[in-house]
């Protein structure tokens, strides 16, 4: 049972324009969530982050929106960099036994070409 | 602040044979897991302590995978026998305190894990 669903494996878009990731997640218990970016070899670092009373976080060139109705969230690049290049996770946590668990999507992997 | 820190880098054994890898979180972290990230997949969480006790270890397969972390700091994750399946890369990560709210994730490199 995926619980945290990224359904676009892989995304392309021209250096300056909007990069436009998404994730839909199935637990309503879900209550802060999180994108990070991998590059290879790497371990993922961590991004941006919203909790579930905010519909909008901003930060430099990421915004991430949470979408609580539709059970969804996307990040928005604004412009995007060829450095931006690398596979997105989103994730999701919830408590559960005192402390906060966190499930992953499946990543998209975003390349913006120069 | 010093990052996550994970050896080795990468391993290649024969199936059938056993591996351990090693992982020294951020320092004042209380929180650090070990997660698989099998190719083309997200990480999944195989175990999850909290200074030195376990709080989920549901995912682990606990006939082959055992994990300890002493004295609340570092941690090992041992695998033995392995088989093929469990070639992934493992992710160790940390957190201030999974017992609050906001509390992102902090991650290692990973050990690639070939398993032949």
């Known amino acids: 049972d995926q619980q945290v669903k990224q359904n676009s494996p892989s995304l392309s878009v021209q250096e300056g324009r909007i990069s436009i990731l998404n994730c839909d997640y199935t637990?309503?218990?879900?209550?802060?969530f999180l994108w990070y970016k991998k590059y290879p070899a790497e371990g993922p670092t961590f991004l941006i982050s919203?909790?579930?009373?905010?519909d909008k976080n901003e930060d430099g060139r990421f915004t991430v929106f949470l979408n609580k109705s539709a059970k969804h969230l996307s990040l928005h690049i604004v412009p995007s960099q060829p450095g931006d290049s690398a596979v997105y996770f989103c994730?999701?946590?919830?408590?559960?036994?005192?402390?906060?668990?966190?499930?992953f999507g499946t990543g998209t992997r975003l390349k913006v070409l120069a | 602040e010093a990052g996550v820190a994970q050896s080795p880098r990468y391993k290649i054994i024969e199936k059938r044979q056993s591996v351990a890898f090693w992982c020294n979180p951020i320092?004042?972290?209380?929180?650090l897991y070990w997660y698989q990230q099998i190719l083309g997949q997200g990480p999944k969480l195989l175990i999850q302590?909290?200074?030195?006790?376990?709080?989920?270890d549901s995912q682990l397969p606990k006939d082959r995978f055992s994990a300890e972390r002493l004295k609340g700091v570092d941690s090992t994750l041992k695998i033995q026998p392995a088989k093929l399946e469990d070639s992934a890369v493992y992710l160790c990560?940390?957190?201030?305190?999974?017992?609050?709210?906001?509390?992102?994730?902090?991650f290692g490199n990973g050990t690639r894990l070939t398993v032949t």
């Open positions: 919203i909790s579930s009373i905010k």
């Open positions: 302590f909290q200074n030195n006790g376990v709080v989920d």
């Open positions: 637990n309503s218990m879900f209550d802060y």
């Open positions: 994730a999701a946590s919830a408590q559960g036994s005192g402390t906060y668990k966190y499930i």
């Open positions: 320092s004042g972290h209380a929180t």
């Open positions: 990560a940390s957190s201030l305190d999974s017992q609050q709210y906001n509390s992102p994730l902090h």
